[in-house]
């Protein structure tokens, strides 16, 4: 068979018959593929999980481990909470908003609240804290317990002979280093929590002692309330000094300013701006309707003239036609009529024609000078309207300039006055603050209130053991989930015939499971041992004839499977030469002839297995045959009929490859290679050829073309798809139609083929109860 280049196969005549065409196809008319693409269900995701579950409960596992681990070495934490009452409140010395940031502002409670605990975790106040609770003393310094002396430690004073603890008692740190430790220590120890939908905030100190604590608590929130009343007694200060130094300023400015407008006033002729701006825009309003109106006039005017001086006496306008005019006009007309009748009757030469001519002539010559008087006029009224326009435009251009000096003056008359009027307000309000401010200045007020005083804690708050056992046990099921999906990620290969109709875009035959599958619990009872028979003469004779030695096991009941959705994929002409192949070699694809021909012949159809992996034959050590094969007929040595031979099973004959060729790759794309396929079609219903791997040699190529389709062998989970897609591209480069893909050697027990043994766990109740047979065909 060869391709003709129009997607079509021609089988070449052998015995004088007309030469066959078939439509090639590249995929089964029955497979679309899915219409929505590849689709990532939820169940993929938790057959992810189920595949990966060891290695997320280690995780998990671990980090329980290491959480602790880690709480049983931590130092018992107290803590120790004090509650207080912050109110917000305008403190605004200035009537305008000022800059300075040490100054409480009249923000929203939210961002007033924000800056308050801001305040409290500062390092001045807490400076304030240590100088108060006395933390800034060398013999007050708190040095925690030690659990354990470090062992490097004290080996290090063995080998030195001097003690560690005696070094260090040596050393006097100063009163400064004492003071920031201490200062660090308790922003360190120091927490603050707003409680929500509340104006009250939680202060918070831990300490590993209980009683200094609930100690350094209340001192913070006594100081604070006092570093707030100090804050605010300063800021009134500072203002009253500024608005003392403003107020002199002020007072001089205010009278430059009156003095200044009063000036430009004279200057510019100014004494009331806002009418004469009125009366200004009013003219300069009325003169440009009238400019408008003139402008309209002129245009029908000259629209007038215009026309006129175009017309003629046959189509003088109408509208523009005088009583005069109309009715030189009619009587034009009249004897018009009258001489053509006269003319008609007593011809031109009569003297009553004559003299009505000479009429005629008369009434043409005043009707032509009403028309150019007609014309004259217009122009007139054309020219009287144009010197009315220009006088009016003038006119408006005149105005136009003194509405915009006007403008121009009352604009920097008004920033003038605006800018007295400013300073004039400022200088009163900060007339009226500087009285204020030496009243508040006197007054001791605090918007903040003690709640609740610290009390001594009773028991220690960190470590949290349930708190640190739950978040490592969600850290380790997030980072086992994660792992598991990476490791699911980086794993990419084929494993289900979903996969090969996504990731491959070729319709799926369906799946082979494994021999250890099928022995452990999908094909038969432990209690029935029976059909525990059919898998240990599988597992002693192998399953490339497993439809034949276990003919109810899983697996031969798989190959029906198979051979069943082969034959309705096209079901009014099912595939007769059928090649199967693999990508790589050891996937199963001799196995699959083998079991695919005893399926089909145990349909009573005549099937011929074609052994043409000339490299690495294995049919003939299957059926245990030898002598004359392929390779002999196609080097000439013996006729095809000479190489055929019928096994001892029923309606199965074969064709071993024979003798090994230095070049099976030629001799398969030979003619005698096409006379063999074609003298076999005519003689048996169904022709299954086995091949070499396709991306290992090219033998796969030069036969598929010649058949009528070929099935292509996958081992589970063993090809990534890139590996598949490369066989595709190679068959349809050849023109190959490709009837699907068959998942070989599947382990069932994998999570990804849940669905799957579900299916074939149900198999196990509709075993028969006969004994397999158990010994192997041989060929005759």
Same mark, same amino acid.
Request: glycine share 4%.
């Given at each position: 068979?060869?391709?003709?280049?129009?997607?079509?196969?021609?089988?070449?005549?052998?015995?004088?018959?007309?030469?066959?065409?078939?439509?090639?196809? $590249?995929?089964?008319?029955?497979?679309?593929?899915?219409?929505?693409?590849?689709?990532?269900? #939820?169940?993929?995701?938790?057959?992810?999980?189920?595949?990966?579950?060891?290695?997320?409960? *280690?995780?998990?596992?671990?980090?329980?481990?290491?959480?602790?681990?880690?709480?049983?070495?931590?130092? $018992?934490?107290?803590?120790?909470?004090?509650?207080?009452?912050?109110?917000?409140?305008?403190?605004?010395?200035?009537?305008?908003?000022?800059?300075?940031?040490?100054?409480?502002?009249?923000?929203?409670?939210?961002?007033?609240?924000?800056?308050?605990?801001?305040?409290?975790?500062?390092?001045?106040?807490?400076?304030?804290?240590?100088?108060? *609770?006395?933390?800034?003393?060398?013999?007050?310094?708190?040095?925690?317990? +030690?659990?354990?002396?470090?062992?490097?430690?004290? #080996?290090?004073?063995?080998?030195?002979?001097?003690?560690?603890?005696?070094?260090?008692?040596?050393?006097?740190?100063?009163?400064?280093?004492?003071?920031?430790?201490?200062?660090?220590?308790?922003?360190?120890?120091?927490?603050?929590?707003?409680?929500?939908?509340?104006?009250?905030?939680?202060?918070?100190?831990?300490?590993?002692?209980?009683?200094?604590?609930?100690?350094?608590?209340?001192?913070?929130?006594?100081?604070?309330?006092?570093?707030?009343?100090?804050?605010?007694?300063?800021?009134?200060?500072?203002?009253?000094?500024?608005?003392?130094?403003?107020?002199?300023?002020?007072?001089?400015?205010?009278?430059?300013?009156?003095?200044?407008?009063?000036?430009?006033?004279?200057?510019?002729?100014?004494?009331?701006?806002?009418?004469?701006?009125?009366?200004?825009?009013?003219?300069?309003?009325?003169?440009?309707?009238?400019?408008?109106?003139?402008?309209?006039?002129?245009?029908?005017?000259?629209?007038?003239?215009?026309?006129?001086?175009?017309?003629?006496?046959?189509?003088?306008?109408?509208?523009?036609?005088?009583? #005069?005019?109309?009715?030189?006009?009619?009587?034009?007309?009249?004897?018009?009529?009258? #001489?053509? @009748?006269?003319?008609?009757?007593?011809?031109?030469?009569?003297?009553?024609?004559?003299?009505?001519?000479?009429?005629? @002539?008369?009434?043409?010559?005043?009707?032509?000078?009403?028309?150019?008087?007609?014309?004259?006029?217009?122009?007139?009224?054309?020219?009287?309207?144009?010197?009315?326009?220009?006088?009016?435009?003038?006119?408006?251009?005149?105005?136009?300039?003194?509405?915009?000096?006007?403008?121009?003056?009352?604009?920097?008359?008004?920033?003038?006055?605006?800018?007295?009027?400013?300073?004039?307000?400022?200088?009163?309000?900060?007339? @009226?603050?500087?009285?204020?401010?030496?009243?508040?200045?006197?007054?001791?007020?605090?918007?903040?209130?003690?709640?609740?005083?610290?009390?001594?804690?009773?028991? /220690?708050?960190?470590?949290?053991?349930?708190?640190?056992?739950?978040?490592?046990?969600?850290?380790?099921? &997030?980072?086992?989930?994660?792992?598991?999906?990476?490791?699911?990620?980086?794993?990419?290969?084929?494993?289900?015939?979903?996969?090969?109709?996504?990731?491959?875009?070729?319709?799926?035959?369906?799946?082979?499971?494994?021999?250890?599958?099928?022995?452990?619990?999908?094909?038969?009872?432990?209690?029935?041992?029976?059909?525990?028979?059919?898998?240990?003469?599988?597992?002693?004779?192998?399953?490339?004839?497993?439809?034949?030695?276990?003919?109810?096991?899983?697996?031969?009941?798989?190959?029906?499977?198979?051979?069943?959705?082969?034959?309705?994929?096209?079901?009014?002409? /099912?595939?007769?030469?059928?090649?199967?192949?693999?990508?790589?070699?050891?996937?199963?694809?001799?196995?699959?002839?083998?079991?695919?021909?005893?399926?089909? *012949?145990?349909?009573?159809?005549?099937?011929?297995?074609?052994?043409?992996? &000339?490299?690495?034959?294995?049919?003939?050590?299957?059926?245990?045959?030898?002598?004359?094969?392929?390779? +002999?007929?196609?080097?000439?040595?013996?006729?095809?009929?000479?190489?055929?031979?019928?096994?001892?099973?029923?309606?199965?004959?074969?064709?071993?490859?024979?003798?090994?060729?230095?070049?099976?790759?030629?001799?398969?794309?030979?003619?005698?290679?096409?006379?063999?396929?074609?003298?076999?079609?005519?003689?048996?219903?169904?022709?299954?050829?086995?091949?070499? $791997?396709?991306?290992?040699?090219?033998? /796969?190529?030069?036969?598929?073309?010649?058949?009528?389709?070929?099935?292509?062998?996958?081992?589970?989970?063993?090809?990534?798809?890139?590996?598949?897609?490369?066989?595709?591209?190679?068959?349809?480069?050849?023109? *190959?139609?490709?009837?699907?893909?068959?998942?070989?050697?599947?382990?069932?027990?994998?999570?990804?083929?849940?669905?799957?043994?579900?299916?074939?766990?149900?198999?196990?109740?509709?075993?028969?109860?006969?004994?397999?047979?158990?010994?192997?065909?041989?060929?005759?």
């Amino acid at each position: 068979m060869a391709d003709n280049g129009n997607n079509k196969i021609i089988r070449p005549d052998i015995a004088g018959a007309p030469v066959e065409y078939f439509e090639l196809s $590249p995929y089964p008319a029955t497979y679309s593929g899915s219409p929505f693409g590849p689709r990532k269900h #939820l169940r993929r995701y938790l057959r992810q999980i189920q595949r990966r579950k060891w290695v997320i409960l *280690a995780f998990i596992l671990a980090s329980a481990l290491i959480s602790i681990a880690h709480t049983t070495r931590q130092t $018992p934490i107290y803590k120790a909470t004090a509650k207080l009452e912050i109110d917000q409140q305008s403190n605004n010395v200035l009537p305008y908003q000022d800059f300075n940031n040490n100054q409480t502002y009249n923000y929203f409670y939210e961002e007033f609240l924000q800056t308050q605990i801001k305040h409290i975790t500062s390092s001045t106040l807490a400076a304030r804290v240590v100088e108060a *609770a006395g933390l800034d003393r060398v013999d007050a310094t708190v040095v925690p317990p +030690e659990r354990k002396r470090n062992r490097l430690a004290a #080996l290090w004073s063995r080998v030195t002979g001097r003690s560690v603890e005696k070094e260090k008692a040596t050393v006097s740190p100063s009163r400064e280093t004492v003071r920031q430790q201490a200062i660090n220590r308790v922003l360190g120890g120091l927490s603050v929590t707003p409680i929500k939908n509340s104006r009250v905030v939680e202060i918070s100190y831990s300490s590993s002692n209980p009683e200094e604590a609930a100690r350094i608590a209340n001192i913070i929130t006594s100081e604070y309330i006092d570093y707030n009343f100090q804050a605010k007694y300063d800021a009134t200060s500072r203002a009253t000094d500024f608005l003392q130094k403003q107020l002199v300023d002020l007072k001089s400015k205010v009278e430059e300013s009156e003095a200044y407008l009063i000036k430009y006033a004279r200057e510019h002729n100014i004494l009331n701006v806002t009418e004469k701006k009125d009366v200004v825009h009013q003219a300069l309003g009325d003169i440009s309707t009238q400019l408008t109106e003139a402008r309209s006039i002129r245009m029908d005017k000259e629209s007038v003239y215009l026309t006129l001086a175009k017309a003629n006496p046959e189509n003088f306008p109408q509208a523009l036609r005088t009583p #005069l005019i109309e009715k030189l006009q009619s009587s034009l007309f009249s004897a018009e009529q009258e #001489l053509a @009748q006269l003319s008609s009757q007593f011809g031109p030469s009569m003297p009553q024609v004559k003299q009505l001519r000479s009429k005629m @002539q008369a009434t043409r010559q005043q009707l032509a000078r009403e028309q150019q008087l007609a014309i004259e006029n217009a122009y007139k009224e054309y020219e009287t309207a144009m010197a009315r326009e220009k006088l009016l435009a003038e006119a408006f251009n005149k105005q136009k300039v003194l509405a915009n000096n006007l403008n121009e003056s009352s604009i920097h008359y008004n920033i003038l006055q605006r800018e007295v009027e400013t300073t004039k307000q400022l200088y009163d309000g900060l007339l @009226q603050r500087l009285k204020e401010a030496g009243v508040a200045a006197g007054l001791k007020s605090s918007n903040i209130r003690v709640v609740d005083e610290a009390k001594v804690p009773t028991a /220690p708050f960190n470590p949290d053991v349930r708190k640190n056992l739950a978040i490592a046990l969600m850290l380790g099921l &997030m980072g086992g989930l994660g792992l598991a999906f990476f490791l699911n990620y980086l794993d990419n290969t084929v494993k289900t015939p979903e996969d090969v109709e996504e990731m491959i875009g070729l319709p799926s035959l369906g799946l082979i499971p494994s021999l250890q599958s099928a022995r452990s619990r999908y094909g038969y009872r432990p209690s029935d041992k029976k059909r525990k028979t059919y898998f240990n003469a599988l597992a002693k004779q192998g399953v490339e004839l497993a439809s034949l030695v276990a003919g109810s096991s899983l697996i031969a009941e798989s190959y029906r499977a198979v051979r069943t959705a082969l034959l309705l994929s096209s079901p009014e002409n /099912p595939p007769k030469i059928i090649t199967v192949t693999s990508a790589r070699a050891g996937e199963g694809k001799t196995t699959t002839v083998c079991n695919m021909a005893l399926s089909l *012949a145990q349909t009573g159809k005549s099937v011929l297995i074609l052994d043409c992996d &000339m490299r690495r034959p294995k049919v003939k050590k299957i059926f245990k045959e030898n002598g004359a094969g392929l390779g +002999e007929y196609l080097t000439g040595q013996v006729g095809f009929s000479d190489v055929i031979r019928e096994t001892t099973i029923p309606n199965l004959s074969l064709v071993h490859s024979g003798t090994q060729t230095p070049n099976p790759g030629e001799l398969l794309g030979s003619l005698r290679m096409q006379n063999a396929i074609e003298a076999s079609s005519g003689v048996f219903d169904y022709i299954l050829i086995d091949t070499p $791997p396709l991306m290992t040699v090219t033998d /796969p190529l030069i036969v598929a073309p010649m058949t009528d389709g070929v099935i292509l062998v996958t081992k589970g989970a063993k090809n990534p798809p890139e590996i598949l897609k490369k066989a595709k591209k190679n068959l349809e480069m050849v023109h *190959a139609r490709i009837l699907g893909v068959l998942c070989n050697n599947v382990d069932l027990h994998s999570s990804d083929f849940t669905y799957y043994y579900h299916q074939y766990a149900e198999y196990a109740s509709y075993l028969p109860d006969e004994e397999p047979g158990n010994s192997r065909p041989s060929a005759s």
